[in-house]
Structure formats: structure tokens, C-alpha cells
């Protein structure tokens, strides 16, 4: 991962055109989501509009929205992290969708609960108790209350009501947030789902049957041409080491019924994408997550993690710089048909015109990635 030699014919992968359904992309590059924080009571302004329309100025294929939460009273754990309901916040992302159209770009919104987790660095409390399966954040960490089955059929219903705007405000997909230790994959986890009733079990697809809930509704909502994306990991935020499928008949179990269920779209994260997720299977240079995902579901996947950077993104809140590194690992492996689509983050976040000197082959105008970054919009 620490070549600095790619040049712009070897990266000409990532420029093929790309087709799901009715979205049609110019390139394998999707900017991901990543949290910003600037939306005044849940409200997208004229600043963060022009912050995703920056990005596709830049010739990002599609953009992935910071999380956007459901109408769940405790769906979000900061201030102001946007909402993706009620009258205003709607009208404020009507612009973003536009200005992102506008510059020849696609895009969907990142739609989100959060669950039990609380922000790591904002002192704030939402405005009823956090709500999770089973009322823990972490396996043996109780905070909040156990939902309902009343709380989780609003949940989904909220969820199918938030894909039914984005479509309708003329959103090209979206992307479900069930990764990172949020609710959905708080569900999925069995250190913090350990319900009794039908949304429980002792496996991994017992324990999907509320994230299969939320696809079929939303699915139900947009029709069957609008693609969906479903964003999942292993790894929680509240321990990197988590495995949800620590084989891949586990992870058959847990992927292949939520694709049939109606995701076109998985989004695999790691903190480093060319980690393997089988070493013991495949080796040292096997199949990343997304490729076992693909393998095994025959769904599209984006693979995601430390894209063009020396470090990841958890090195990050603890201050760190990362600079940039070169893509061979990447395109070696989109050449071969590991995972179709490459997700970037931080690299984008610091810098709009990321993709454009990749193209062009300018590597040594690419930036590094500073924690300042993450404080501000960068234009």
C-alpha cells in the first residue's frame, strides 16, 4: 500500500461507466459518507449544498450524504447532524440535490439512526432516551431503553417515509446505515441484541430480521428500479476486533437474505480495504470484504477504508496526519473484478479535486489529510 507510482492510464478503471437499474454512473468512484455536523436544527444551508456540489465539480461518480437521520426522537446523537424528515430539512436538501445534478454528479442520502451510541465528543442529549434492541451500546454497557415492538415497527416505518422524500426530491439512490455499531447493526451484533422475541436469536440471520423489515419497506416505498445500498461492517466502533461472520457460510446467512430482500448495492467497510477477510482461507492477498460479499451474494458492492491514505479513519480523531499513497493495491484488484465500485472519504473531505489529479495523474499535487479537516467544509 505504499507505492506512489500510479499514473492515469493505470487508473483508468476506476473512470469506466458503471449501471444498476436506473442509476447510471460515469465512474467507480463513490465519495462516502462521512459525518459533518453543520446543519443547524437538522437544516442543510447553502454551505453544505455547495460542499457536494464542490464534489462533483470534481468528477465524483456518485456521492454518498453524511448520515441523515429517521423521524426517531432519539435518531441522532449531535445537534446538528441533519435530519432527513419534516418540512425544512427536506426543503434544505432540495438544493443540494440540485447542485449536485447541476454538475453532472449523482447522489443519494446516507439514511441513519444511530441507536444506543452516544457522540464521542459532543456533549449533547437528545430529546427522549436513546433507544437500541436490547438497551445496551457495547456487550455488558447498558444506556437507554430496549425498544418496543411498537418502537421498532415506527422505526421502519420512519426509515420507508425517509426513502419515499429522497426519491421523491429527486435523489438517484440511497444508502441504508447499517454498519459501525449503529441501530441496525446493533441488531445484527449479538453483544447488544439480546432480545428473546422474533428480532433476537442465536444467529446472525435471526438477528437480520429487522434490517430485512427496513429493506422491505423502503424497497416497497421506491419501487423496483431505484437501486438501494445497505452499509455494513464487521468491525464496530465500539470494538474493531467484532465479527459478525466469521465464515463465509456466516456471512451467506447474513448478506444473501438482505440482498434478496431488495438490496441491489452493499457498501463493505473496513479500515483498510486491502486487508483480507478470510487470511485463513485465502491468504495474505485474498478477497477483501466486499470481494466475499460479491462472491457470495452476487450483489454489487463498494468496497471502502483507507482509500489513497497512509493512515485510517479512527487514527484520525486521535489527532493523526495521513498522507497520500499510491492506488496500485486498488486498481489491481477493481481490475479483477474483486468489488465494482471504490468508496472515498477523508480524501475527498480534504481535498474536492481528489479525483480530478488522479486522472491527470498529478500525485504530487494530492493533499494529506489533517483532524483540522474534519472541523470545517472544505471548498
Known amino acids: ?52 456540489r464542490r464534489r462533483a465539480e470534481g ?55 444511530v441507536g444506543a451510541v452516544a457522540h464521542p465528543f459532543a456533549d449533547w442529549t437528545p430529546p427522549a432516551p436513546p433507544e437500541s434492541p436490547s438497551g445496551l451500546v457495547a456487550p455488558g454497557n447498558a444506556r437507554g431503553q430496549a425498544m418496543s415492538e411498537e418502537d421498532i415497527a415506527d422505526a421502519v416505518a420512519a426509515f420507508a417515509r425517509a426513502a419515499a422524500d429522497a426519491k421523491r426530491l429527486g435523489f438517484d439512490t440511497l444508502e441504508i446505515h447499517g454498519a459501525h455499531g449503529y441501530l441496525i447493526d446493533q441488531f445484527f451484533w449479538s453483544g447488544t441484541n439480546e432480545r428473546t422475541d422474533r ?112 493512515g485510517d479513519f479512527m487514527a484520525a480523531f486521535a489527532g493523526e496526519t495521513s498522507t497520500p499513497v499510491g492506488l496500485d493495491n486498488l486498481v489491481e484488484r477493481m481490475q479483477r473484478g474483486e468489488f465494482d465500485l471504490i468508496a472515498v472519504g477523508r480524501a475527498l473531505l480534504s481535498d474536492p479535486l481528489w479525483l480530478t489529479k488522479v486522472r491527470m495523474g498529478h500525485r504530487e499535487h494530492l493533499k ?3 483532524a483540522a479537516a474534519m472541523a470545517e467544509l472544505v471548498m
Open 1 to 52: 500500500m505504499t507505492s506512489t507510482n500510479t499514473t492515469s492510464s493505470s487508473a483508468d478503471v476506476l473512470f469506466q461507466p458503471f449501471q444498476i437499474k436506473s442509476l447510471a454512473l460515469k465512474n467507480r468512484v463513490v465519495m462516502a459518507p462521512m459525518t459533518r455536523s453543520f446543519s443547524p436544527d437538522g437544516v442543510p444551508g447553502e454551505n453544505v449544498a455547495a460542499y457536494y
Open 199 to 310: 428480532y433476537g436469536g442465536a444467529t446472525i440471520a435471526q438477528r437480520s430480521r429487522f434490517a430485512g423489515e427496513v429493506v422491505k419497506a423502503i424497497r416497497q416505498a421506491v419501487g423496483p428500479d431505484f437501486p438501494i445500498i445497505l452499509r455494513v461492517s464487521q468491525w464496530k466502533q465500539q470494538d474493531y476486533a467484532a465479527r459478525l461472520a466469521p465464515t463465509p457460510d456466516a456471512m451467506t446467512d447474513w448478506l444473501l437474505p438482505l440482498v434478496e430482500a431488495g438490496i441491489d448495492i452493499l457498501h463493505c467497510s473496513q479500515r483498510r480495504f486491502w486487508e483480507p477477510e478470510f487470511a485463513e482461507i485465502d491468504g495474505a492477498n485474498g478477497l477483501n470484504f466486499a470481494g466475499w460479499a460479491k462472491k457470495l451474494t452476487g450483489a454489487t458492492t463498494i468496497s471502502v477504508g483507507s482509500v489513497g491514505l497512509s
Open 59 to 113: 468528477e465524483v461518480g456518485l456521492i454518498l450524504s453524511e448520515g441523515t437521520v429517521i423521524d426517531r426522537p432519539s435518531a441522532r446523537n449531535e445537534g446538528k447532524i441533519p435530519f432527513f424528515h419534516g418540512d425544512a430539512p427536506l426543503a434544505g436538501w432540495k438544493p443540494v440535490i440540485d447542485g449536485v445534478h447541476a454538475a453532472g454528479g449523482k447522489m443519494g442520502p446516507q439514511i441513519w439512526h
Open 368 to 370: 494529506e489529510f489533517t
